[in-house]
């Protein structure tokens, strides 16, 4: 079993910096691939990045040069640092993990999910 607990969320003006952290619990961590999944009002959950345990990274288009997703497995953490924020970027954000060791943008794949992090940036 993992628990995901969120954290950093807030709110930015446009062009500005957060960033997020998820603490895990759960002798599995290590063995688990991470993801951050965003979801705005209205919308569908969408895929933002997603790392591997030995650190390969993913990206969707639309953060990719902007978000940086890390992870210390020594810490049972992930963090996402987002930088250059827009508007668009306003959501909730989750963190989810995949109990298999290669990374996933569909959220259907992950087995455990944070409660989220709201992150609101104004223009």
């Known amino acids: 079993q993992v628990q995901l607990v969120e954290s950093g969320g807030g709110w930015v003006q446009a062009g500005g910096s957060l960033r997020l952290s998820c603490a895990a619990s759960?002798?599995?961590?290590?063995?688990?691939?991470m993801g951050w999944f965003r979801q705005a009002p209205g919308k569908e959950r969408e895929f933002v990045a997603a790392i591997t345990w030995s650190g390969s990274t993913r990206y969707a288009d639309s953060v990719k040069g902007r978000f940086t997703i890390s992870r210390d497995n020594a810490k049972n953490t992930v963090y996402l640092q987002m930088n250059s924020l827009k508007p668009e970027d306003t959501a909730i954000y989750y963190c989810?993990?995949?109990?298999?060791?290669?990374?996933?943008?569909?959220?259907?794949?992950?087995?455990?999910w944070g409660q989220g992090t709201q992150v609101t940036v104004s223009s």
């Open positions: 759960g002798r599995t961590f290590s063995d688990c691939s």
């Open positions: 989810a993990a995949r109990r298999w060791q290669y990374m996933s943008s569909n959220p259907t794949d992950y087995d455990y």
